[in-house]
């Protein structure tokens, strides 16, 4: 079953506020000592991935539901 246009919307705009909440934490830097440099990396591939998310909202393809992994 299809998801209606109007909800499919606003679970894509859900994915965008998510993708850019995670780019901008990544973008602040290590503000602090306490930050590590493997979280902000880990803030910016979740951005990326978030924004693919929001993207496949408009697309007919179905994707796979796990994390994104590299071919081995």
Known sequence: ?????????QRANE????AKSNMARARAGRVSSAILYEDLCYDAQQAAEKGLK???????????????TSPT
């Open 54 to 68: 929001y993207l496949s909202a408009f697309s007919t393809r179905s994707f796979s539901q796990g994390p994104m």
């Open 15 to 18: 994915w965008l506020q998510r």
């Open 1 to 9: 079953m299809e998801e209606p246009s109007m909800k499919r919307q």
